[in-house]
């Protein structure tokens, strides 16, 4: 099932606001709450569900295909084909990638809806609407909690032109408009772990002192045994679980303020993109255990002082899960093209924080749009920009 958040004034469809953290309608102004809007939109769900009953299943809800796309050379020629775009360009490529495309039937003007199998919130590319997919958000995929955008589009940006001011990647094709326009706002599904750690590190610290004697200078080196014993718990470890995020670039946006966190509800959503996690939680827990392991590590070391040198000679860590926890980050992307190559800027969409230059694979750069258009752009340039 897909939905749309309706005004209740003027029946337009309504967008979180990063500033005012409301619901709002750009056509008449008006402004709801997310708790609000979603209550309205359970009794909308509820009534329509008692006709449905009454109309006795004569009509099914809800319209969902899945199209199974091997994007390799057949499976371009498919989606070309279906819809009626054409390419000439066949010469042979490297990426093999399957994506699982899915096709929705928006609520509003009726317009088909593609997106692939993680996508959760996404916009209409026909009426431009934002729209949810609940069955990505619903039951097991729900997430837990959220912390809700509250840096906006604007100043993603500005961030991203002061940054290729910087003449670090300066051509003025870069700063175009058709650039920027591909900015997007995406809740990145993230893990959130906790860990008790129990740290036994023994090193050699060592104390040296020199002394002058005649035409000698000695020095004196004074080995001692340290060993420490650290019990310490590291909460909210984060960890993205996103197949389609580079970890790494996921890693340079932290820290988030998790006391800003909000009960998960689906209209925060609403005007963004939003993905379901590709992992769960076990498959995600053996990064998040090097990176707690390194935590636990430096907190032993950083214990000992006043030795000159400290060598480690045994470390035995040892790490219990408590807890993990299903959320949505808020990432501003911006995806540009440079000389033939893709690439991503990254800010985090509550704390400005931004991370430059990657290389993204030209396939999920098209998916991130999550329309069509964009699906075909980016399952076309991985063959040599046909446009
Ligand atoms: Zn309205
Ligand atoms: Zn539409």
Redesign the pocket.
């Known amino acids: 099932m897909i939905l749309t958040y309706k ?1 209740p ?2 029946a ?1 469809a309504m967008n979180f606001n990063e500033s005012t953290g409301k619901m709002e ?1 750009p ?2 102004g ?1 402004s709801e709450t997310v708790e609000t809007m979603q209550q309205l939109y359970l009794e909308e769900e509820a009534k329509a569900e008692a006709a449905a009953a009454a109309a006795a299943g004569q009509m099914e809800t809800g319209h969902i295909e899945t199209v199974n796309i091997d994007v390799g050379m057949g499976a371009v020629d498919s989606v070309a084909a279906a819809t009626n775009i054409e390419h000439t360009d066949d010469r042979p490529h490297t990426e093999e990638e399957s994506i699982n495309l899915r096709v929705y039937t928006c609520s509003s003007c009726g317009g088909e809806i593609l997106t692939d199998d993680v996508t959760a919130a996404t916009f209409c590319s026909y009426c431009g609407n934002p729209t949810l997919i609940a069955e990505q958000l619903t039951g097991q995929k729900r997430p837990s909690r959220l912390i809700p955008f509250t840096i906006q589009k604007d100043r993603a940006i500005e961030a991203f032109r002061a940054w290729t001011h910087k003449g670090i990647l300066t051509p003025s094709t870069f700063r175009s408009k058709t650039n920027l326009e591909k900015t997007v706002g995406i809740y990145v599904p993230f893990w959130l772990f906790d860990y008790g750690v129990l740290v036994n590190y023994q090193a050699d610290g060592q104390i040296i002192s020199h002394e002058i004697r005649g035409e000698y200078r000695l020095t004196h080196t004074d080995h001692y045994d340290v060993h420490r014993k650290i019990h310490a718990e590291y909460d909210m470890v984060p960890a993205d679980a996103s197949k389609e995020m580079d970890d790494h670039m996921m890693d340079c946006l932290e820290p988030f303020n998790y006391s800003a966190m909000k009960e998960f509800e689906m209209p925060y959503l609403s005007g963004f993109y939003a993905e379901k996690n590709s992992y769960t939680d076990e498959e995600m827990a053996p990064r998040v255990k090097t990176r707690v392991a390194q935590y636990g590590e430096t907190h032993a070391r950083g214990t000992i002082k006043g030795y000159a040198n400290v060598i480690t000679k045994g470390k035995d860590i040892r790490m219990s899960l408590k807890k993990t926890e299903y959320v949505l980050l808020p990432v501003w992307i911006i995806n540009y093209e440079y000389k033939g190559e893709h690439y991503r800027f990254a800010m985090n969409g509550q704390t400005g924080k931004t991370v430059g230059v990657l290389p993204v694979s030209k396939a999920k750069a098209g998916i991130m749009f999550g329309s069509i258009m964009a699906v075909i752009w980016g399952l076309l340039t991985a063959f040599g920009g046909v446009f």
């Open positions: 005004c004034g003027c337009g309608c056509f008449c008006r």
